[in-house]
């Protein structure tokens, strides 16, 4: 590689570890200190903890339920935006975007307003005689899945939309033309190409849902405890500075562990769509 990249990079690099690396060597040297010491006493307290690792967990999988959810509603979505004429285009890329143009304390307290006892939903199945009590919404996991799929749900269009616009629309003719039918073709070609943009899709939204501290905060409540809030509670509430980092660190290895994976079935996919 010839110097004068290197020395182009160079300042990308300073400014990585300074504003990264060095941030992370200090939260992991103040994980180590007890009081006594240094040690790994508050990794051995976090990882023998069964509440511990319960919300780590629960954390975990609110990501997984996230990242299904907005796969299911913004596959579809994708799908209109790429068939659609080009006059429509511009008006589902608005309603693709429009929630990163709101406040996430806007959109979220919004959901307290729609989940809640007296709130839209619960008033709509009350009027139409489907329930006799409000139904418990607010507080609840899959209420902050929703909440969490409406706020990520661009972060896994937008790639998916990049995916399906570089699939051959001759594709799709051809497999009719040699009887394969809509959905068949759909599972052998359509679907198989856009995995890029799936695991890009999921990746994004799946590390955004899991540290989405306010939407968890808000619509969770006092209910529900996710990391975020875990990490929060040890270090303002209790002070325990030690400990919060530890669970921090703790909680970005897992994030890591989960983005390795997504990495390797990203490379999985590329090479099964150039074959």
């Not at 996230?66 to 068939?83: H, K």
């Not at 006799?132 to 909440?147: F, K, M, Q, S, W």
Request: charged residues 10%; glycine residues 8%; aromatic residues 12%.
């Amino acid at each position: 590689m010839p110097a004068y990249e290197l020395r182009l990079a160079a300042p990308l690099a300073g400014f990585f570890a300074l504003f990264f690396l060095a941030p992370l060597a200090i939260l992991f040297y103040v994980s180590l200190q007890n009081g006594a010491g240094l040690d790994l006493s508050h990794y051995a307290r976090f990882l023998f903890d069964p509440f511990s690792l319960g919300v780590l967990g629960r954390t975990l999988l609110l990501g997984a339920e996230v990242t299904a959810l907005c796969l299911l509603l913004g596959f579809p979505l994708a799908w209109v935006y790429v068939r659609s004429p080009g006059w429509l285009r511009p008006v589902l890329m608005l309603a693709v975007l429009l929630p990163l143009l709101t406040s996430v304390v806007v959109r979220t307290f919004a959901w307290i307003v729609i989940l809640g006892r007296q709130g839209i939903v619960n008033s709509a199945l009350l009027s139409l005689g489907f329930t006799d009590t409000p139904l418990r919404l607010l507080y609840t996991e899959g209420g902050v899945a929703v909440a969490l799929a409406q706020v990520q749900i661009p972060l896994m269009v937008l790639p998916l939309i990049t995916a399906l616009s570089r699939i051959d629309t001759n594709l799709d003719d051809a497999s009719l033309a040699l009887g394969a039918g809509a959905w068949r073709g759909f599972w052998r070609i359509t679907l198989p190409l856009s995995l890029p943009g799936i695991v890009a899709g999921g990746l994004l939204t799946y590390a955004a849902a899991i540290t989405a501290f306010i939407t968890q905060s808000l619509v969770g409540g006092g209910q529900m405890l996710f990391m975020p809030m875990y990490i929060y509670q040890q270090a303002t509430a209790l002070q325990n500075w030690p400990f919060a980092a530890a669970i921090s660190i703790v909680f970005l290895a897992a994030v890591l562990a989960v983005v390795s994976v997504f990495n390797a079935l990203g490379r999985l996919s590329r090479t099964h769509a150039d074959a």
